[in-house]
Structure formats: C-alpha cells, structure tokens
Nanobody
Framework: QVQLVESGGGLVQAGGSLRLSCADS????????MGWFRQAPGKEREFVGG???????RYAEFGKGRVTISKDNAKNTVYLQMNSLKPEDTAVYYC???????????????????WGQGTQVTVSS
C-alpha cells in the first residue's frame, strides 16, 4: 500500500525559504520517480519538479534557480527546497509517486498514481 505524507508547509514572508518533505511508506521508493505539484485556488494543478530513481531532477521553468529537489533513499523521503519565495508561490503543494520502475519525471499530473494529502504554503508580501 502506497502512502505519501507531506510536511513542512507554512507561512513565510516573501524572500524566505521552506523545505517540504514527502515520506513514502510501503513501496519501492528507490525505483520510481517522484514529482512535486502545486495548486493555487482557482487554478489547475501544475508541475513544480521531480526526481527519478537515479536522482535526475527536472524543474518547471518558474522554479529553476529557486527550487531544488532531492531524495534520501534510506529514509524513503523526497524533499522540495524552495528559496526566494514569492506571493505567487502560495498554493497547496503535493508530492506524487509514479509506479513505473526506473521511469522519467513526467510533467503531467495524470501520469502519477499516488498522491499525498498536500501541504499549504502561504507566502506573504
């Protein structure tokens, strides 16, 4: 049974940083790609970035230079480090798991089979 649990969200001032965590229990974490998405009120869910089983990362254009994704296979946890946060980064952030072994990072949220409950990130101006 796949279970993803995000943590680390909260309220931060513009220019600040946050690190989100996503713990993956009961799955072959080390062999699958993980993605991060976000959804702001009234907007569609959008790709933030992801990491493959081998550690290759891919980022949305808006996150390049501000976002870093990493993983710790020993802890079955993937991280999303966000710096220089802006008010427009305010959203619920979700991690997602793809069950394809050794697959790429997909930009389309429909490619991911399992999702966490989401964690709220609010950036104040």
């Amino acid at each position: 049974q796949v279970q993803l649990v995000e943590s680390g969200g909260g309220l931060v001032q513009a220019g600040g940083s946050l690190r989100l965590s996503c713990a993956d229990s009961g799955r072959t974490f080390s062999r699958s790609a993980m993605g991060w998405f976000r959804q702001a009120p009234g907007k569609e869910r959008e790709f933030v970035g992801g990491i493959t089983s081998s550690g290759v990362t891919r980022y949305a254009e808006f996150g390049k230079g501000r976002v870093t994704i990493s993983k710790d296979n020993a802890k079955n946890t993937v991280y999303l480090q966000m710096n220089s946060l802006k008010p427009e980064d305010t959203a619920v952030y979700y991690c997602a798991a793809d069950t394809t072994y050794y697959g790429p990072v997909y930009l389309d949220y429909a490619e991911y089979e399992f999702w966490g409950q989401g964690t709220q990130v609010t950036v104040s101006s």
